[in-house]
């Protein structure tokens, strides 16, 4: 009796359609805050640095998340929120209220979810775009909003392909690009994962670029107002008691957490005493329009705009990325950088620290092919030290709301020769490269680039495992691989992914088999 029930859900599913006639004013970024608290320090910063843009990079979960409180509280004119993924846990509470306040104060704020990566129910974002300062659109909605995840099924080849990209950027003067979702595992605030992420926190003129690029992706007909899909309104008494017991809860955990009151960041920056990295810096994104098109087209990429720093390379290309499925065209460009004397170094995650096994499994089938070609590979232990894994400053460093956590790579940056990085939300795989889209910047600062290269040196060996290529046991054998890792000044080897079950390494085999890799 089910599979006739669900077969007939998915179908009245399919059968939805998104609204096509519904109220919609097109809106840009503001451009009149010079004048702002955030305008006026970051003119501080920027004076002796003309044409340049100030970058500062956020590894500690903490930090990353009290920035982001911090713009919100000093926000004057105009908040511009773009994320794939806002969870309903404490952080996304705290920072929603956060941002609830400033509205509060007048400030306008644009709040676009993807529609899928989105926690809130249709309700609840109904309340928040109720308020006068504040509207809410959805990124590629699902028309079955009942039936989401089903209509979705239903509408796979469309529904599949999501908005990826997360920034945020307080009165069009102070911005935040990177890996980070809001949820507490991005921000060191969850008990048992812990994922070791990057953003970067900037001023000048890559903050307009990042504005536009925000405004071409909410006046985008794939964006759509919330009350155009959901008349699902709470009751004129529901808004209020909802609000109040937000406020009540965050109210709870700020008072009993002194670490998480805001940082003293926006002070610093009013004074002109916050030190930034300085150089040109540009955005690198997907055109919306890249969830209608073909996989096969890459004219809308933003891989294709990337390349040619991978191109240019002299010495050195070093990627880090949690999820990595180079693809036999990946291998084959990493190799010859390697026939040509550039070092290339990876630190993905092994299959004990992932939070996507079948994404590893598609990873494990490249990793003989890589080592062959001379690339080095190293994968995140799960035991690795809290907030270490990248950025330079990255050290030991615990949240008040945390406790003892397994380590996952989540951050996703590149560096070109040490003279330049790429931060931002692009994972080196198919779904990031031709699927969803994705935002990121290109900063050149041989010195900041330089730090964070040397950083991960010296992590390295402490926090992930590097693969070799191990003898063959006869002759007619393929090399194996083997897993090199050091524990209290000793080297030990394993033939098998480490610190894993037989039954993770059977899944990952068996995920291995299925012809899935155009999806992960």
């Not at 008072?255 to 540009?282: C, I, M, N, Q, T």
Request: aromatic share 6%.
């Amino acid at each position: 009796m089910m599979a006739p029930i669900l077969l007939a859900t998915i179908l009245l599913a399919g059968c939805a359609s998104l609204p096509t006639e519904y109220p919609r004013t097109p809106s840009t970024s503001l451009t009149d805050t010079h004048d702002s608290k955030l305008g006026r320090g970051s003119s501080r910063s920027l004076a002796e640095h003309p044409g340049l843009s100030g970058v500062r990079l956020l590894s500690r979960g903490t930090d990353a998340f009290l920035t982001r409180l911090a713009l919100a509280e000093a926000a004057e004119r105009s908040l511009d929120i773009q994320y794939y993924i806002w969870h309903n846990d404490t952080t996304g509470k705290i920072l929603a209220e956060r941002v609830l306040r400033a509205a509060d104060r007048g400030v306008r704020v644009r709040l676009l979810l993807d529609d899928i990566g989105a926690a809130a129910r249709d309700s609840t974002l109904l309340a928040i775009d109720s308020h006068p300062s504040i509207e809410v659109r959805l990124f590629n909605p699902i028309a079955a909003r009942s039936t989401k995840l089903l209509g979705m099924v239903a509408d796979f080849s469309r529904g599949n392909r999501r908005m990826h990209n997360k920034s945020f950027t307080a009165d069009n003067q102070v911005m935040i690009v990177g890996g980070r979702n809001i949820g507490d595992e991005y921000f060191q605030a969850r008990p048992d994962v812990d994922f070791a992420d990057l953003d970067l926190l900037a001023i000048g003129p890559v903050v307009g670029e990042v504005s536009r690029q925000f405004d071409r992706y909410w006046n985008s007909p794939l964006a759509f107002p919330i009350t155009a899909l959901s008349r699902a309104a709470p009751g004129d008494e529901d808004r209020p008691r909802a609000l109040a017991g937000l406020r009540a809860f965050v109210q709870s955990r700020m008072d009993g957490d002194p670490a998480l009151k805001p940082s003293d960041l926006v002070e610093d920056l009013a004074k002109g005493g916050l030190a930034f990295s300085y150089g040109r810096a540009r955005v690198l994104a997907d055109d919306p329009a890249k969830v209608l098109a073909d996989t096969a087209d890459d004219a809308n990429h933003l891989l294709p705009a990337l390349l040619p720093e991978v191109e240019a390379l002299a010495s050195e290309l070093v990627l880090v990325t949690p999820y990595f499925v180079p693809g036999e065209a990946g291998v084959a460009r990493l190799g010859n950088l390697s026939r040509r004397g550039v070092i290339v170094r990876v630190l993905t995650n092994s299959l004990a620290s992932t939070d996507v096994p079948v994404v590893h499994a598609g990873y494990q089938k490249y990793r003989r092919a890589l080592l062959d070609a001379g690339i080095e590979l190293h994968e995140l232990k799960p035991t690795a030290t809290r907030g270490a894994a990248v950025g330079p400053g990255a050290g030991v460093t615990r949240h008040p709301l945390s406790g003892s956590s397994r380590a996952s790579l989540h951050a996703k940056a590149l560096i070109f020769d040490r003279r330049a990085l790429f931060v931002g939300s692009m994972n080196l795989d198919p779904r990031s490269l031709f699927t969803n889209t994705e935002i990121g910047v290109v900063v050149e600062n041989p010195e900041l680039a330089t730090a964070m290269a040397e950083k991960l040196d010296s992590l390295l060996p402490e926090v992930s495992f590097r693969l070799e290529l191990a003898p063959a046991a006869d002759p007619e054998s393929e090399p194996g691989i083997a897993w090199v890792a050091r524990q209290d000044g000793e080297e030990i080897r394993y033939a098998s992914e480490p610190m894993t079950s037989a039954w993770q390494r059977f899944k990952t085999w068996f995920y291995s088999l299925l012809p899935i890799e155009h999806l992960l």
